[in-house]
């Protein structure tokens, strides 16, 4: 009985190890408000227009006290950038899903990503939505 407890714990950890990233995917594809490390950038779909996504991305950095270095808006995405005051530069992406949802991706630092940093925006952005 231990045996095939065993074999079925295995076979189970082989499979999510097999499928895991799959699995990543599949889930912040399927809901929003999952926010997923992946590339070196944070990314989370949020049920809120380009345009609400936007001004709460604004209002975060304000709340932060970090000033908006460069804005480039084209027709369905928004970039935002930024700079800590050790120097790392801040990248919000905002994408344009559908009119009532967005993509948002934070990326801090160029050569070595700040996760945690990342995560901290991302926390503030949700606060202003």
Same mark, same amino acid.
């Given at each position: 009985?231990?045996?095939?407890?065993?074999?079925?714990?295995?076979?189970?950890?082989?499979?999510?190890?097999?499928?895991?990233?799959?699995?990543?995917?599949?889930?912040?594809?399927?809901?929003?408000?999952? +926010?997923?490390?992946?590339?070196?950038?944070?990314?989370?779909?949020?049920?809120?227009?380009?345009?609400?996504?936007?001004?709460?991305?604004?209002?975060?950095?304000?709340?932060?006290?970090?000033?908006?270095?460069?804005?480039?808006?084209?027709?369905?995405?928004?970039?935002?950038?930024?700079?800590?005051?050790?120097?790392?530069? !801040?990248?919000?992406?905002?994408?344009?899903?559908?009119?009532?949802?967005?993509?948002?991706?934070?990326?801090?630092? +160029?050569?070595?990503?700040?996760?945690? +940093? +990342?995560?901290? !925006?991302?926390?503030?952005?949700?606060?202003?939505?």
């Amino acid at each position: 009985m231990l045996k095939k407890i065993f074999i079925f714990l295995v076979a189970g950890f082989t499979l999510v190890n097999i499928c895991g990233c799959f699995v990543l995917f599949a889930g912040a594809a399927g809901s929003a408000g999952t +926010a997923a490390w992946l590339s070196g950038k944070l990314t989370e779909q949020v049920n809120y227009s380009l345009e609400s996504t936007v001004k709460a991305s604004k209002s975060a950095l304000k709340s932060l006290k970090l000033s908006i270095t460069k804005e480039t808006i084209e027709t369905d995405v928004v970039q935002i950038m930024s700079k800590y005051s050790d120097g790392k530069t !801040i990248w919000i992406d905002i994408h344009r899903i559908t009119n009532a949802s967005s993509k948002i991706e934070i990326r801090v630092g +160029a050569v070595n990503p700040d996760k945690e +940093a +990342a995560d901290k !925006i991302l926390e503030r952005i949700q606060r202003y939505l």
